[in-house]
């Protein structure tokens, strides 16, 4: 009887391990990644290049993804023929579904325990939606939703990836992190918006210059973060630059 018991209780501890064990190669192999749009948009949303490159990388380096808005009203929309707002305004996160693909869910159910890592494009609207960077500057408010996310990630020590305008996300709600939006000189047209590195200062943060084609990883804080648009350059430098950041990401990830 005892024998027995013993058995039975090392074979299922057994079981047990092959079991957790099997369960961690699956995660590694598919990390769960949370990526956060803001509109549809360079000018009003999420800039639509970088959430394609980011949704790209993840697939390649065989991420699961699942999108999130949040279920409000744009600040404005934007005509993009000419950069002039227009009415009727529009929903956040009915914009954001055109990213998506239709395969979207409000910001609001999006809870850092489900998933491994989180992930927010720029565009405008990380700067007009999902905070009002680009009205108030320094002085921002940020999303409550997109406060608590960010908050959720970092206390749970998984990473997060913001790529452009949205440093500035990290930089405000989690002080003393590092960020790169690039550089802080416009080097003759090449950074058009080179005071927000300035910003992230101000800000309590730090801001580390890098090239478009790079990132830099804040390994303390888990955030990793690549200029994309804050550059004007070609698209497929763009591309490779936000390779680099999700690959940082997941490698990240436990
Ligand atoms: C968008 O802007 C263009 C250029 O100014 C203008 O011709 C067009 O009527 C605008 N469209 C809308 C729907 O406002
Ligand atoms: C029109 C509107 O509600 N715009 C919002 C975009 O997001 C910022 C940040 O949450 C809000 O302050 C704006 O009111």
């Known amino acids: 009887m005892f024998c027995s018991k013993t058995a039975f209780l090392t074979r299922s501890a057994v079981q047990c391990r092959v079991h957790a064990n099997a369960l961690h190669a699956s995660s590694a192999l598919s990390a769960k990644v949370a990526v956060v749009l803001s509109g549809c948009g360079v ?8 959430a394609s490159a980011i ?5 390649r380096n065989g991420a699961e993804v699942s999108m999130f808005a949040p279920d409000i009203d744009q600040m404005h929309v934007v005509n993009h023929t000419k950069g002039e707002p227009m009415e009727p305004n529009r929903n956040v996160l009915v914009e954001s579904a055109r990213i998506a693909r239709g395969k979207i869910d409000a910001l609001s159910k999006l809870q ?3 998933f491994d890592a989180v992930i927010f494009p720029g565009g405008f609207g990380a700067a007009k939606n999902l905070s009002t960077f680009a009205v108030d500057g320094t002085a921002m408010k940020v999303n409550p939703d997109v406060e608590r996310v960010l908050k959720e990630f970092h206390g749970a020590k998984k ?3 913001l790529c452009c305008i949205a440093p500035v996300l990290a930089a405000k709600v989690l002080p003393g992190c590092e960020v790169t939006v690039g550089s802080d000189q416009e080097e003759r047209g090449k950074w058009p918006y080179a005071e927000t590195a300035g910003a992230i200062g101000s800000m309590d943060s730090t801001h580390i210059k890098k090239d478009v084609t790079e990132c830099h990883t804040d390994t303390a804080n888990k955030i990793v973060t690549t200029p994309a648009f804050m550059c004007e350059t070609a698209f497929h430098k763009i591309f490779d630059g936000i390779g680099l950041m999700v690959k940082g990401v997941l490698s990240l990830v436990k």
């Open 159 to 161: 990473p997060i990836g």
């Open 43 to 50: 000018y009003d949303g999420s800039e639509v290049h970088e």
């Open 55 to 59: 949704l790209v990388h993840l697939s």
């Open 112 to 114: 850092a325990s489900g």
